[in-house]
Nanobody
């Protein structure tokens, strides 16, 4: 019913930038929040950033000041602008949406930061 499709990942050098996009479709009327998480090999999935329907944002300390989460005006797409990327940012990034009292996850998209 609810699907998320991520795009914009890839390989970038340290200090570079990427912009991830996540397009939501289905029954997302009055969703409460959208966000980005990431999971590096051998590590647990961790919060990157969230944004509520009212526009409030929250960031992991490790990305604060470097990453920016935002939505389009229809609030059916969430973006993650990633600047000053570091090798430790390398992970699979997952977007999610809280709607109908549940979390729906995207398929994940690879971000690799390497010189």
């Amino acid at each position: 019913q609810v699907q998320l499709v991520e795009s914009g990942g890839g390989l970038v050098q340290p200090g570079g930038s990427l912009r991830l996009s996540c397009a939501a479709s289905g029954s997302i009327f009055r969703s409460s929040a959208m966000g980005w998480y990431r999971q590096a090999p051998g590590k647990q999935r961790e919060l990157v950033a969230t944004i509520t329907s009212s526009g409030s944002t929250n960031y992991a300390d490790s990305v604060k000041g470097r990453f920016t989460i935002s939505t389009n005006n229809a609030k059916n797409t969430v973006y993650l602008q990633m600047n000053s990327l570091k090798p430790e940012d390398t992970a699979v990034y997952y977007c999610n949406i809280f709607v109908q009292n549940a979390l729906t996850w995207g398929q994940g998209i690879q971000v690799t930061v390497s010189s």
